[in-house]
């Protein structure tokens, strides 16, 4: 069972308005940043300009710019006069055009040789991952609920396949489900209170995920259990679709990380009593039926629930007991005009306490795809011609997202979230990052090397079943790089 009491820790003390890049800079780690400026400086082409402190960040203020920028040739950001209606962006102020594209062509996330590609052919791009992984484990304590689902970074250029070369993307994976179904897949662990990303895992291919840990659990449970290793042995429960939802993924939660689970189950129904559940008379709509099993001491539940149409879910965690209501999004045409758009309202329905927990929390990690890929769409603006520059893109707007749902929830003017929209954020964001001048303009040289604060003071969010912290850790790294 979950205990859903949390004890309420220090929170801790902020400037009275910190700015969208604080946020920035808790996501976009000076780490990963240094090992920017490393190994790109190692380009022959950045020898005579090499990148700086300072040019990072323009060079990154405009990559966000252009996912804000009216469609078009990338080449009219630079144009200082207006054509029609448009502005202006007249990015020149800020960094030439020729400075912009020498940087976007040798840009490097880290160093590597061809030994480095032989072992790992993912090293473009997993140390940054790595890095922002243990970030998050050591500055965020995740509320009740963890939600676990998948996204995609779309690429549609060349593979290994097509071309052995370093430009290839090491293995392409395709979702048809998914809006951009064909590129790289990445399996996510979110808070299912906020939607912030808390872990990332790189969906390497069939043969090279056969050689990780928890391999022979299948892919599903393999990725849940890596997944949720910071977290094992609290309080919590994770909450799966049908892709991860299985009898041998809650066991296998329950037995190895000590973590409940909560998951709607359609596919994998090996020893889950499905056809029972679906065949079930219920007496009307909205009822449910469950049932219990004890198993080396712990209690698997099976609930079938009565809805549009009849679903079931698995859990080792939560109650049947009917909920008091859950609110479902409902869409109708208006009688008088056929003409007018579908108004959409919300309905409460009762329901099982267990299937109101996964609706309130199965959806995190798609709240933070929609803001990413339907909001921003930075994969698209950025036209790159390598894979892990795409990946960049895709993980810059993650980090840029993750930034604003952090300003959402614990910024200490309440009255500026409420009207600052994730759009405005970004582009305040935008403006932070052209304008900004460090005193040291050459900035660090170092590699990538994650640096933890295990004992930092956390930044709480006391909402409903959930306790969120967070760790500023801006001055301590801006000192250490200022060094």
Not at 135 to 156: F, H, K, N, V
Not at 174 to 185: A, C, D, Q, T, Y
Not at 344 to 366: K, L
Request: aromatic letters at 10%; proline letters at 5%; a positive charge.
């Amino acid at each position: 069972m979950v205990n859903h009491n949390y004890s309420v820790a220090q929170a801790m003390h902020l400037c009275a308005y910190p700015t969208a890049l604080d946020y920035w800079k808790m996501m976009m780690l000076e780490d990963i940043l240094a090992s920017i400026i490393f190994a790109t400086n190692q380009q022959p082409e950045m020898r005579h300009h090499p990148l700086t402190y300072n040019k990072l960040h323009h060079f990154l203020g405009i990559i966000l710019a252009m996912a804000l920028a009216p469609k078009g040739d990338q080449r009219d950001l630079w144009n200082a006069e207006s054509e029609g209606p448009i502005p202006a962006m007249n990015f020149g102020r800020f960094m030439a055009r020729d400075e912009f594209d020498s940087i976007l062509r040798s840009l490097q996330l880290s160093m590597f040789g061809k030994d480095d590609l032989q072992l790992d052919l993912w090293i473009p791009f997993r140390p940054a991952i790595e890095c922002f992984n243990h970030s998050q484990q050591a500055g965020i304590s995740p509320g009740t609920y963890l939600c676990i689902d998948e996204s995609m970074c779309a690429w549609r250029g060349m593979s290994l396949k097509v071309e052995d070369t370093l430009c290839g993307l090491p293995h392409t994976t395709k979702i048809i489900r998914k809006p951009e179904p064909v590129g790289i897949e990445l399996r996510n662990l979110a808070c299912g209170e906020t939607s912030i990303i808390l872990q990332l895992e790189i969906m390497d291919g069939k043969d090279a995920m056969q050689n990780k840990e928890f391999a022979e659990f299948g892919s599903g449970t393999s990725s849940v259990l890596r997944l949720t290793a910071p977290w094992a042995g609290t309080p919590r429960a994770v909450v799966g679709d049908s892709a991860f939802a299985s009898v041998k993924t809650a066991k296998a939660l329950l037995d190895i990380r000590g973590l409940g689970f909560v998951g709607l189950v359609k596919t994998a129904h090996k020893l889950f009593p499905k056809g029972y559940l679906e065949d079930y008379p219920y007496p009307r709509k909205r009822a449910h039926a469950t049932l219990q099993a004890n198993i080396e001491g712990h209690k698997y539940i099976a609930v079938g629930w009565k809805d549009r149409k009849r679903k079931t879910f698995i859990a080792t965690s939560g109650i049947t007991t009917p909920a008091q209501t859950q609110a479902l999004k409902r869409k109708a045409q208006p009688e008088d005009n056929t003409d007018s758009p579908c108004v959409r309202y919300f309905i409460e329905v009762p329901c099982p306490s267990i299937v109101e927990h996964y609706f309130n929390t199965a959806n995190a990690i798609d709240v933070h795809n929609h803001l990413c890929q339907g909001g921003l769409e930075l994969e698209r603006r950025w036209r790159a011609q390598r894979w892990w520059h795409r990946a960049f893109a895709t993980f810059i707007v993650i980090c840029e997202t993750d930034a604003y749902l952090v300003f959402l929830h614990f910024h200490p003017n309440k009255a500026v979230t409420v009207n600052l929209k994730h759009e405005k954020f970004t582009r305040e964001l935008c403006m932070q990052l052209l304008q900004f001048d460090s005193e040291h303009i050459n900035g660090p040289s170092m590699h990538l090397r994650p640096r933890l604060k295990e004992s930092a003071p956390a930044l709480t969010l006391n909402g409903k079943n959930c306790q969120q912290a967070y760790t500023l850790r801006k001055h301590e790294r801006a000192s250490a790089i200022h060094k």
